[in-house]
């Protein structure tokens, strides 16, 4: 064995003599003598409890499968206690020692501990379980097996804390799908939870954290649940947001943000939302888990609610978001995500919110948290910069759009996180509507090329929102920037876009080719270019029974077309009504009797453009229509129950009435 | 028909604040507290409370005993035992010691505990300073306390005090020479005892101090309505006649 050096006091002997040390622990715990293995299991484990560093030098060297045959081999109680609590310690909080201690296959040989007579061996087995299932690696557990369900309640209803908390734990982390939430419900979980609510601080907390897993999204989970003894365990878990312990308080709230989000109906009584509201405010200031659990648990209750982000507001929470992410120390990537998704929320709708926060000074700290090295927090801070550009009176005032913001939003583009760039694509949408500044930032950075790349990536959320940001950015352009975007796509590029597999990117991609050719009749060329390749594409779309949303946008097309020249018109005839018709395929008429007022109207829209009495060949277009029952069809669309659609109907009669037509 | 109606009844509260307040006499005072009935077993069950908390076990057990208090479903006296011997291991200066008997009653309460688990090496490495092992504290400074502030920042800039001790020549008139006062000790030795009360869901304080400082509280409030027999020595209980 290798003597450690003593005299000098120079760092790398320190290293060498410690590392001796743990090598020499390490030898021990394989002995054959089970008092020297005991010692050097109870040594190992209170080196590496608290102590992440020497948890992971410990796992270099191999401990865990000592470890782990030592518990599975011995019959001796200490024995069991100590690797068990070993074993536990490894794997909490602590990702590569979950995994070191499933590897090495003791998850069933802790099962075993629970069935002891010694109180400590079940003791310890139950806490070793409970670390393991906080983890994301935790096995499946599959609650539909009758005898997993048995056990699982066998663990519910035990006398001991740590097991029935290991039940719960097990569901808090394990139930994920609605029939598992169902399954549970049906065999009276909920029943069972209530009681830990009663119970210790451990069983409260456990149990808090399970009922929300349970009550997910479950309205009839919900109800069953506020339908327990008249209410009463609702109006337990409302008190409990009172606790003394931050993170009693902290898992009552997350509890109430899942029944709010599930059944709002319960939630009527304004002061409740007010101080669910307030409460996880004041727990954004804790250091620990519980202040980054209640940032995310903030943006969550926020999230679409404009009464909630309204209190939110009130009650200073910009101002007290702002301070603590000004405070300068390192924080968590799970508070900085919750933070800034709920500045993002709270931006979504008030205007007062956005002006608020940015005249916070605070686009130095959102341009930052784009560069940090977690996704989440770089998508969050996108979505903070999206909703905020929201606010037109700042976008004009060009804070958006200075290369200080816009040098790194358009780095993201090359992200590696497709969830980054579509975040990054939704702020860019917005901004790149600033019509204030005559030159674009954003183009001279090749914004262009970089959208339509993305236009092509293989996530279709991707292409989405990379056509989305091109139609804003065509949006009223000039002659110069379309012609800039068609040379880098040209038809075949558009006819890709407009087919794509997914209905949602075939939308923008023709809301983008509508922006491209409204205007001046020139951009009206662009669906003639190779001999009108776009237009035959758009045609050939439309006349494929398309989803609603995508014939509005492909009628627009055509009504923006319609709107040219007569030869313009023409073609536009032509793809209504294409010569030979195999089959009656008169889309025009389905739309016309289409569900979506906006569809209606855009089609009654081409209908105006094509036969607008200035143009010479109006008339024989009227007669084509007349005798493909559309203007018949107009008729008796008279008092359509859309006022837009109605007002578009009497002016294409009018004008049909001006042909001679009664 | 009269026009004229003069109020006299013009109350001036600042003029007479001694007279304008209501006077309970001694006899009358002890009358109403006679009147108030108290439950023996509750007065039991904050003794008890007192005893378990602050880790009086055999005064506890007997007290149990001779009073037959139910026990409380929380604590059982057999830990109180465990939490006393770590409780006085710290202050003893055996904090290696501690350590092991903390986990030995809970592996998760120093897992889970970063900045106790801090304050107990630095607890360590303040013994280590003050037995004079210089080369065995620059060692576990090393290999212990660097290691927590490069997990945790927080702790960096107690971590820099602490590491100062070793520095000077003297620790014992250094700036930092707070760190070698027995009552640092006491205050980790206190740390410790709350957690692990925490983590049995005891809480940490007992109930005694709370319902006394309610009294000297009640009694400030009711001084600005009325005068009345004071109880101004807490540990007899005394009541003593208003002033005249």
Same mark, same amino acid.
């Given at each position: 064995?290798?003597?450690?050096?003593?005299?000098?006091?120079?760092?790398?002997?320190?290293?060498? @003599? @410690?590392?001796?040390?743990?090598?020499?622990?390490?030898?021990?715990?394989?002995?054959?003598?089970?008092?020297?293995?005991?010692?050097?299991?109870?040594?190992?484990?209170n080196q590496i409890i608290g102590n992440?560093?020497?948890?992971?030098?410990?796992?270099?060297?191999?401990?865990?499968?000592?470890?782990?045959?030592?518990?599975?081999?011995?019959?001796?109680?200490?024995?069991?206690?100590?690797?068990?609590?070993?074993?536990?310690?490894?794997?909490?909080?602590? $990702?590569?020692?979950?995994?070191?201690?499933?590897?090495?296959?003791?998850?069933?040989?802790?099962?075993?501990?629970?069935?002891?007579?010694?109180?400590?061996?079940?003791?310890?087995?139950?806490?070793?379980?409970?670390?393991?299932?906080?983890?994301?690696?935790?096995?499946?557990?599959?609650?539909?097996?009758?005898?997993?369900?048995?056990?699982?309640?066998?663990? +519910?209803?035990?006398?001991?804390?740590?097991?029935?908390?290991?039940?719960?734990?097990?569901?808090?982390?394990?139930?994920?799908?609605?029939?598992?939430?169902?399954?549970?419900?049906?065999?009276?979980?909920?029943?069972?939870?209530?009681?830990?609510?009663?119970?210790?601080?451990?069983?409260? $907390?456990?149990? +808090?954290?399970?009922?929300?897993?349970?009550?997910?999204?479950?309205?009839?989970?919900?109800?069953?649940?506020?339908?327990?003894?008249?209410?009463?365990?609702? #109006?337990?878990?409302? $008190?409990?947001?009172?606790?003394?312990?931050?993170?009693?308080?902290?898992?009552?709230?997350?509890?109430?943000?899942?029944?709010?989000?599930?059944?709002?109906?319960?939630?009527?009584?304004?002061?409740?939302?007010?101080?669910?509201?307030?409460?996880?405010?004041?727990?954004?200031?804790?250091?620990?888990?519980?202040?980054?659990?209640?940032?995310?648990?903030?943006?969550?209750?926020?999230?679409?609610?404009?009464?909630?982000?309204?209190?939110?507001?009130?009650?200073?929470?910009?101002?007290?978001?702002?301070?603590?992410?000004?405070?300068?120390?390192?924080?968590?990537?799970?508070?900085?995500?919750?933070?800034?998704?709920?500045?993002?929320?709270?931006?979504?709708?008030?205007?007062?919110?956005?002006?608020?926060?940015?005249?916070?000074?605070?686009?130095?700290?959102?341009?930052?948290?784009?560069?940090?090295?977690?996704?989440?927090?770089?998508?969050?801070?996108?979505?903070?910069?999206?909703?905020?550009?929201?606010?037109?009176?700042?976008?004009?005032?060009?804070?958006?759009?200075?290369?200080?913001?816009?040098?790194?939003?358009?780095?993201?583009?090359?992200?590696?996180?497709?969830?980054?760039?579509?975040?990054?694509?939704?702020?860019?949408?917005?901004?790149?509507?600033?019509?204030?500044?005559?030159?674009?930032?954003?183009?001279?950075y090749g914004g262009i090329k970089q959208?339509?790349?993305?236009?092509? @990536?293989?996530?279709?959320?991707?292409?989405?929102?990379?056509?989305?940001?091109?139609?804003?950015?065509?949006?009223?352009?000039?002659?110069?920037?379309?012609?800039?975007?068609? #040379?880098?796509?040209?038809?075949?590029?558009?006819?890709?876009?407009?087919?794509?597999? $997914?209905?949602?990117v075939q939308e923008q991609g023709l809301?983008?080719?509508?922006?491209?050719?409204?205007?001046?009749?020139?951009? %009206?060329?662009?669906?003639?270019?190779?001999?009108?390749?776009?237009?035959?594409?758009?045609?050939?779309?439309?006349?494929? #029974?398309?989803?609603?949303?995508?014939?509005?946008?492909?009628?627009?097309?055509?009504?923006?077309?319609?709107?040219?020249?007569?030869?313009?018109?023409?073609?536009?005839?032509?793809?209504?009504?294409?010569?030979?018709?195999?089959?009656?395929?008169?889309?025009?008429?389905?739309?016309?009797?289409?569900?979506?007022?906006?569809?209606?109207?855009?089609?009654?829209?081409?209908?105006?453009?094509?036969?607008?009495?200035? #143009?010479?060949?109006?008339?024989?277009?009227?007669?084509?229509?007349?005798?493909?029952?559309?203007?018949?069809?107009?008729?008796?669309?008279?008092?359509?129950?859309?006022?837009?659609?109605? %007002?578009?109907?009497?002016?294409?009669?009018?004008?049909?009435?001006?042909?001679?037509?009664? | 028909?009269?026009?004229?109606?003069?109020?006299?009844?013009?109350?001036?509260?600042?003029?007479?604040?001694?007279?304008?307040?209501?006077?309970?006499?001694?006899?009358?005072?002890?009358?109403?507290?006679?009147?108030?009935?108290?439950?023996?077993?509750?007065?039991?069950?904050?003794?008890?409370?007192?005893?378990?908390?602050?880790?009086?076990?055999?005064?506890?057990?007997?007290?149990?005993?001779?009073?037959?208090?139910?026990?409380?479903?929380?604590?059982?006296?057999?830990?109180?035992?465990?939490?006393?011997?770590?409780?006085?291991?710290?202050?003893?200066?055996?904090?290696?010691?501690?350590?092991?008997?903390?986990?030995?009653?809970?592996?998760?309460?120093?897992?889970?505990?970063?900045?106790?688990?801090?304050?107990?090496?630095? =607890?360590?490495?303040?013994?280590?300073?003050? =037995?004079?092992?210089?080369?065995?504290?620059?060692?576990?400074?090393?290999?212990?306390?660097?290691?927590?502030?490069?997990?945790?920042?927080?702790?960096?800039?107690?971590?820099?005090?602490?590491?100062?001790?070793?520095?000077?020549?003297?620790?014992?008139?250094?700036?930092?020479?707070?760190?070698?006062?027995?009552?640092?000790?006491?205050?980790?030795?206190?740390?410790?005892?709350?957690?692990?009360?925490?983590?049995?869901?005891?809480?940490?304080?007992?109930?005694?101090?709370?319902?006394?400082?309610?009294?000297?509280?009640?009694?400030?409030?009711?001084?600005?309505?009325?005068?009345?027999?004071?109880?101004?020595?807490?540990?007899?209980?005394?009541?003593?006649?208003?002033?005249?």
């Open positions: 064995m290798p003597t450690t050096t003593t005299s000098s006091s120079s760092f790398s002997s320190a290293a060498s @003599s @410690s590392g001796n040390r743990q090598a020499d622990v390490f030898s021990r715990l394989a002995s054959s003598d089970p008092e020297v293995k005991l010692k050097a299991l109870r040594e190992v484990k992440r560093t020497k948890k992971l030098s410990f796992l270099k060297l191999g401990a865990v499968p000592a470890i782990a045959s030592a518990l599975s081999d011995s019959e001796c109680n200490s024995i069991l206690v100590q690797s068990a609590a070993a074993l536990g310690s490894f794997a909490c909080g602590f $990702e590569a020692g979950v995994q070191a201690v499933l590897g090495a296959g003791a998850f069933p040989a802790l099962l075993r501990l629970l069935t002891s007579s010694d109180e400590k061996v079940v003791d310890a087995g139950a806490r070793s379980l409970r670390m393991i299932f906080q983890s994301n690696q935790a096995p499946k557990y599959d609650f539909l097996q009758e005898k997993n369900m048995e056990f699982l309640f066998s663990l +519910l209803n035990s006398e001991n804390e740590n097991v029935s908390g290991l039940g719960a734990s097990i569901i808090a982390h394990a139930c994920g799908t609605t029939v598992e939430q169902q399954v549970l419900c049906d065999a009276g979980v909920l029943e069972k939870l209530v009681i830990l609510l009663e119970g210790s601080l451990s069983q409260r $907390e456990a149990c +808090l954290e399970s009922l929300a897993t349970v009550l997910k999204n479950n309205p009839e989970a919900v109800s069953r649940f506020v339908g327990l003894e008249a209410g009463r365990y609702l #109006s337990s878990v409302t $008190e409990l947001t009172k606790d003394r312990y931050p993170r009693t308080r902290l898992l009552s709230c997350l509890c109430l943000v899942v029944i709010y989000n599930t059944s709002p109906s319960y939630f009527l009584n304004m002061g409740t939302k007010s101080s669910l509201v307030t409460t996880l405010l004041e727990l954004l200031n804790d250091p620990g888990q519980s202040g980054d659990d209640a940032a995310l648990g903030l943006s969550s209750l926020i999230a679409e609610k404009e009464d909630l982000q309204k209190l939110a507001y009130e009650a200073n929470a910009i101002k007290n978001i702002v301070d603590i992410l000004k405070t300068g120390s390192e924080l968590h990537p799970k508070r900085l995500q919750g933070l800034f998704l709920s500045l993002a929320e709270l931006c979504s709708k008030l205007e007062d919110c956005r002006c608020s926060f940015l005249s916070l000074e605070m686009l130095d700290l959102l341009v930052n948290a784009l560069r940090h090295k977690n996704a989440d927090v770089r998508t969050a801070a996108c979505i903070c910069f999206r909703n905020a550009a929201r606010s037109v009176k700042n976008l004009s005032a060009g804070r958006f759009t200075n290369d200080h913001v816009m040098l790194p939003l358009v780095q993201l583009l090359h992200d590696p996180s497709s969830s980054v760039q579509v975040a990054v694509l939704g702020a860019l949408s917005n901004i790149v509507l600033d019509f204030s500044s005559p030159k674009s930032t954003f183009i001279e959208l339509i790349e993305l236009s092509k @990536s293989m996530d279709p959320n991707t292409r989405c929102s990379a056509l989305r940001a091109l139609r804003n950015l065509m949006f009223l352009a000039d002659k110069k920037r379309k012609e800039l975007f068609y #040379s880098e796509v040209k038809a075949q590029g558009f006819v890709s876009l407009i087919s794509d597999p $997914e209905p949602t809301a983008l080719l509508r922006n491209l050719v409204d205007g001046c009749i020139n951009s %009206i060329e662009f669906v003639f270019d190779e001999e009108g390749l776009i237009l035959d594409t758009v045609g050939r779309q439309l006349r494929k #029974s398309p989803q609603a949303q995508m014939a509005i946008q492909g009628m627009y097309v055509l009504t923006n077309v319609a709107s040219g020249t007569e030869l313009h018109k023409e073609a536009v005839m032509q793809q209504l009504f294409p010569q030979p018709q195999a089959e009656s395929n008169n889309f025009m008429l389905k739309f016309l009797q289409s569900h979506e007022s906006q569809l209606r109207s855009a089609t009654v829209w081409t209908i105006i453009n094509l036969i607008s009495p200035s #143009s010479p060949g109006a008339l024989d277009r009227h007669v084509k229509l007349r005798e493909e029952g559309i203007i018949p069809q107009l008729k008796n669309m008279v008092n359509d129950a859309c006022l837009d659609v109605k %007002i578009r109907i009497r002016t294409v009669l009018s004008q049909s009435m001006s042909f001679g037509d009664n | 028909m009269s026009l004229f109606r003069i109020f006299i009844n013009q109350d001036d509260d600042d003029d007479d604040m001694a007279t304008s307040k209501k006077v309970i006499t001694r006899e009358e005072w002890e009358k109403k507290l006679n009147a108030v009935k108290l439950r023996k077993q509750d007065m039991n069950t904050l003794v008890m409370n007192f005893l378990v908390t602050e880790g009086y076990v055999d005064a506890a057990a007997k007290f149990q005993r001779e009073s037959g208090t139910k026990q409380t479903a929380e604590i059982d006296l057999a830990t109180i035992t465990d939490r006393m011997a770590v409780k006085k291991a710290v202050q003893n200066g055996h904090v290696e010691d501690a350590i092991e008997k903390v986990n030995d009653l809970n592996p998760e309460i120093l897992d889970t505990n970063p900045e106790l688990f801090f304050h107990l090496q630095q =607890q360590r490495l303040i013994e280590l300073i003050r =037995q004079g092992k210089t080369e065995e504290a620059l060692e576990f400074a090393q290999e212990e306390l660097a290691p927590r502030g490069e997990e945790n920042q927080a702790f960096l800039q107690e971590l820099e005090k602490t590491v100062a001790l070793l520095v000077f020549e003297d620790a014992s008139n250094s700036p930092v020479k707070d760190l070698l006062d027995i009552s640092h000790r006491l205050k980790t030795a206190s740390e410790v005892n709350a957690a692990i009360l925490t983590s049995q869901s005891h809480e940490k304080d007992p109930k005694l101090p709370s319902l006394l400082k309610m009294l000297i509280w009640a009694q400030n409030q009711l001084d600005e309505k009325a005068v009345y027999p004071h109880i101004n020595d807490l540990s007899t209980g005394q009541l003593e006649d208003p002033p005249e």
